[in-house]
């Protein structure tokens, strides 16, 4: 196994343009993509990591491009099967820092397992899928995320599909690291993907993306700065939720496991809900909640540090064979046994 090279202080002052590749970026314009490229590639230097030591995987779709687009390693896979490519990859070479772009499609429909096994063995990978409710790539149809009823190419009489929570999935799934920006707050997009990238295991962040082409405003509830006062709940770690304007603060309270919105005014302080990122359960609560009955919340939902990763466990369990037995023989191994040629 090579040595590490990424050690943080022994890297070249990179900037944004340094991780900008000379590839045409090729999305519809005023697609939410290229905010998240941007916000991406700017994120890149602060991470301390040589380019030749970090490596985006993607499968099928408009988002899987992105490793077209940034000046590192990549591999452009197939349909939702990113994160085994990334497993493999992160076997044979640990030292790597490996993203999986993926979309609601990819991720949740054909990589549906896929996304749930590198989740719940805690690869440490770190995963960016984009979510704008609908299959963008092939023109229009409804995806995993669409809302209930959703009239689309495919479905003319509307989706009888009940949509998937993305969050709520890499929750249920064993994912160390759950968190959701939105495309169009760029400070805090680059702040979550940057708390995503240091995190040691599944990271998996959600990002609300808009297809301007296919599902326009799917986001508009965030997108409208009226709206978005009135529902964006901004998640911090030791923080009572609350969000609202400033004259009509609210707030949520948890009556046993279901949680209530009240007036901030109307409770004392004490009694509303602290945010608590090492709290699976309410994280999981939390990714389920949804406007107009609750806000939506953005953030960091969980986070889990300290656990032994994937490729920890498999190393030490050939490191412990190979102490016992000796570093073996692969030529032997393959004419062991019952073996024959054939004349």
């Known amino acids: 196994m090579s040595p590490v090279t990424g050690a943080p202080g022994a890297t070249p002052k990179y900037t944004k343009k340094d991780f900008e590749s000379d590839q045409d970026v090729r999305w519809c314009p005023g697609c939410g993509d290229y905010a998240i490229l941007s916000a991406v590639q700017k994120m890149m230097p602060d991470l301390g990591i040589p380019k030749e030591d970090i490596v985006f995987i993607s499968g099928i779709g408009c988002s899987s491009r992105f490793?077209?687009?940034m000046n590192t390693y990549g591999f452009h896979t197939i349909h939702g099967r990113a994160p085994a490519i990334a497993t493999g990859l992160k076997l044979a070479r640990p030292e790597l820092k490996v993203f999986v772009i993926t979309g609601d499609g990819d991720g949740l429909s054909i990589g549906g397992n896929h996304l749930m096994h590198v989740l719940r063995r805690n690869v440490d990978v770190t995963i960016l899928l984009f979510n704008n409710r609908i299959y963008g790539l092939t023109k229009g149809q409804?995806?995993?995320?669409?809302?209930?009823?959703?009239?689309?190419?495919?479905?003319?009489?509307?989706?009888?599909?009940?949509?998937?929570?993305?969050?709520?999935?890499?929750?249920?799934?064993?994912?160390t690291f759950v968190a959701r920006t939105v495309d169009r707050n760029i400070a805090h997009m680059e702040e979550t993907l940057k708390h995503a990238s240091a995190h040691k295991g599944a990271a998996f962040v959600e990002i609300l993306q808009n297809c301007n082409v296919y599902n326009d405003m799917a986001w508009g509830v965030l997108y409208d700065r009226e709206s978005k006062v009135l529902h964006e709940l901004r998640l911090e770690h030791g923080k009572p939720l609350v969000w609202g304007p400033l004259d009509d603060r609210r707030g949520l309270v948890l009556e046993g496991v279901k949680p209530k919105v009240v007036k901030v005014t109307d409770v004392p302080e004490s009694a509303l809900w602290v945010h608590d990122e090492t709290d699976g359960g309410t994280a999981l609560v939390l990714a389920q909640l949804w406007a107009p009955q609750y806000p939506i919340p953005v953030?960091?939902?969980?986070?889990?540090?300290?656990?032994?990763?994937?490729?920890?466990?498999?190393?030490?369990?050939?490191?412990?064979?190979?102490?016992?037995?000796?570093?073996?023989d692969i030529a032997k191994l393959l004419t062991s046994g019952d073996t024959w040629k054939i004349g």
């Open 67 to 69: 490793p077209y687009y």
């Open 142 to 175: 409804y995806s995993p995320t669409s809302e209930l009823g959703k009239v689309t190419k495919s479905t003319p009489a509307g989706s009888a599909d009940r949509p998937v929570s993305p969050c709520a999935f890499a929750l249920a799934t064993g994912a």
């Open 299 to 328: 953030g960091v939902l969980a986070s889990k540090p300290g656990e032994l990763t994937y490729e920890e466990i498999l190393i030490q369990q050939e490191q412990k064979v190979v102490s016992e037995r000796g570093p073996g």
